[in-house]
């Protein structure tokens, strides 16, 4: 049976914007039942140990990069906050952003842009890593790392730190997830002692970036990142922190400047840092979901649709760290003026934090598309990290582009790699009581327990190129429950089976319903044409196209062959595992996959004639 193009979501956007309600300038948070109108509960993340991973270059990403956490000294780890706090601090400097340098000068740069910066991010990443293997090396580190850093606790930190908000949410998020993935049984009460220092050091509220809120300070100390914060506030509430936390949640919410006039309508993203704000958004997720506020949900629908106004092919944005009006000319301008075109791992990790969320909210498909869009060709093809702290930082869509780490050793994206690499196992599937949501298609195994019975399905392909997937189901007992399948936009004409024979099923916001009574040994296979397809990069430069196949970018290699024409582009043939190739009118032009270029120059964008 074949499948039927992505629903609008119209409605669930209509039942939303209902719900929506404003006073004296401040959104009011709204009461549990929103009347008819009020959306389903959202979507259910699976536990990451539920998800297996059998794709090589997934697991392989998140395997070599917490073998480097692990392999970090413990001491060298500690320095920066222990220096800060007066205390000794034995072992070698990690070097770049994580060092302390009492006299570093912004201007001159060299180590000590942000000291400890990523020390939370990987206690996190170490505690999701544990949540997936049992690891019990892993887990012991963890409580180390913490039992460590509870002797460092101390104003003086805050105070001499440049970014003490930014660091606190670090923590904040290292210790939530210690608590709750590795089980570490003291991480509450080291949260309650991080919060009490560091709040007397911070901002009362809210301060829009750009904003220098301590008196005889440089510029830098204005790109500090406190409205990001509320995402780990609630999510520590809702893990059993405390009210505490959710009331600081809802004070540092960058209501006034952002989220009320992104609901609104208005276009309150353009000319701001790139990440931190789009990272935002995923505050605005959360007093969504914990707080049941429509404002924030509508701000953060808006703020999306804005973002993708504005992405390049791969997915990607925010070139320069800057984000920009979907209808000017700069991202057009960027491919020649700038090789910084997205902050790849930090940026792909607010991204599919944003993206899960609204698809947990929205149940709609296309969050899914974005997603794996940003996944293969951003992330993905990052360079590992190195135990030197080498790590890739910008994706480069210049016309002349290369694949190079950022000069300074343990940038901000070596603390946000290992967490999305974690992380998508838990893009891959989402649940609800009625069944499974299929997000990602990555060769996995999935274990859940549906009314009783203990279920799995398995994803048995290889290729993000094979047009044909095949699923597995095991159950212990026969169950009725619904697999729902996402159908990506690109895929017009997808068809399913279901034990070799057309499937029935329903559709509903791209996701094609499978609601049967499962039994062990069903087979589901699902077709996904894949054909050629050029994407401009706007409007103001249709000429100026990116050759697509499914949901890769494929990458012109080396020097581009010109002039070139659409149609010559559109006949790109597979010519190895990794290669295409098309014929123009002065030679053969190759093509390959983000993951794939390796140490080769390549272009994203190729201009064309008729």
Request: with cysteine; net charge negative.
């Amino acid at each position: 049976m074949q499948v039927p193009p992505a629903h609008s979501r119209r409605a669930f956007l209509k039942a939303a914007g209902a719900a929506t309600s404003l006073a004296a300038g401040r959104n009011l948070l709204l009461p549990r039942a929103l009347a008819e109108s009020e959306p389903p509960a959202p979507l259910l993340e699976l536990p990451y140990s539920a998800v297996t991973l059998t794709s090589d270059a997934h697991e392989r990403q998140l395997r070599e990069t917490i073998a480097v956490l692990m392999s970090l000294d413990e001491d060298s780890l500690l320095k920066p906050m222990r220096a800060m706090a007066g205390l000794p601090a034995p072992g070698a400097s990690l070097g770049g952003w994580y060092a302390y340098e009492p006299d570093y000068d912004p201007a001159a740069g060299g180590p000590g842009f942000a000291p400890a910066h990523a020390f939370g991010q990987w206690v996190s990443a170490l505690s999701r890593d544990y949540a997936i293997t049992g690891d019990s090396a892993t887990r012991q580190k963890v409580l180390r790392l913490n039992a460590l850093y509870r002797e460092t606790i101390s104003p003086s930190f805050y105070i001499q730190s440049r970014f003490p908000a930014y660091t606190y949410d670090k923590f904040l998020c290292g210790l939530i997830d210690a608590h709750t993935f590795a089980h570490d049984p003291d991480a509450m009460a080291i949260l309650a002692q991080t919060t009490d220092t560091a709040l007397p050091q911070m901002p009362d509220r809210a301060i829009p970036r750009e904003v220098c809120w301590r008196a005889g300070k440089d510029s830098t100390y204005g790109w500090d990142e406190s409205y990001t914060l509320p995402e780990n506030l609630f999510l520590a509430a809702e893990r059993g922190a405390g009210q505490r936390y959710r009331q600081l949640g809802v004070r540092y919410l960058a209501d006034n400047d952002y989220f009320i006039p992104l609901a609104h309508g208005e276009d309150a993203m353009a000319g701001r840092h790139a990440y931190s704000y789009v990272n935002a958004l995923c505050s605005a997720m959360q007093a969504a979901m914990v707080n049941h506020s429509a404002l924030h949900l509508q701000a953060a629908l808006r703020g999306f649709d804005l973002l993708q106004a504005q992405s390049f092919a791969t997915g990607g944005w925010g070139p320069d760290e800057k984000l920009i009006q979907p209808a000017s000319d700069e991202l057009y301008a960027s491919l020649s003026t700038t090789h910084h075109s997205f902050e790849t791992a930090c940026g792909s990790y607010a991204h599919t934090k944003l993206a899960r969320s609204l698809l947990r909210v929205t149940r709609d498909g296309r969050y899914g598309d974005s997603m794996e869009r940003v996944i293969w060709n951003t992330v993905l093809g990052a360079r590992p990290l190195e135990r030197d702290g080498r790590a890739f930082y910008y994706s480069d869509y210049n016309n002349q582009a290369e694949r190079t780490y950022h000069h300074d050793a343990f940038p901000c994206c070596s603390g946000t790699l290992p967490q999305v690499a974690a992380d998508y196992r838990i893009n891959s599937y989402l649940r609800d009581a009625d069944g499974l949501f299929v997000v990602l298609y990555l060769p996995s195994s999935l274990r859940w327990n549906q009314d009783g019975a203990d279920v799995t399905l398995t994803q048995s392909h290889n290729d993000p190129l094979e047009s044909d997937l095949r699923m597995l189901v095991t159950v212990s007992r026969p169950r009725q429950f619904s697999i729902r399948l996402r159908i990506p936009q690109w895929a017009q004409g997808a068809t399913i089976t279901v034990n070799g024979r057309p499937a029935r099923f329903s559709t509903a916001l791209g996701f094609a319903i499978l609601q049967r009574t499962w039994e062990s040994g069903d087979c589901i296979d699902l077709h996904l044409p894949m054909e050629n397809r050029l994407e401009p990069i706007n409007r103001l430069h249709p000429e100026t196209v990116a050759l697509m196949r499914g949901p890769l970018v494929l990458f012109p290699i080396g020097e581009a062959h010109g002039p070139v024409t659409r149609a010559q582009l559109l006949t790109a043939e597979r010519k190895g595992s990794d290669v295409w190739a098309a014929d123009t009118t002065q030679g053969t032009q190759q093509f390959t996959p983000f993951t794939s270029i390796g140490d080769r120059t390549y272009a994203t964008y190729l201009t064309t004639t008729a």
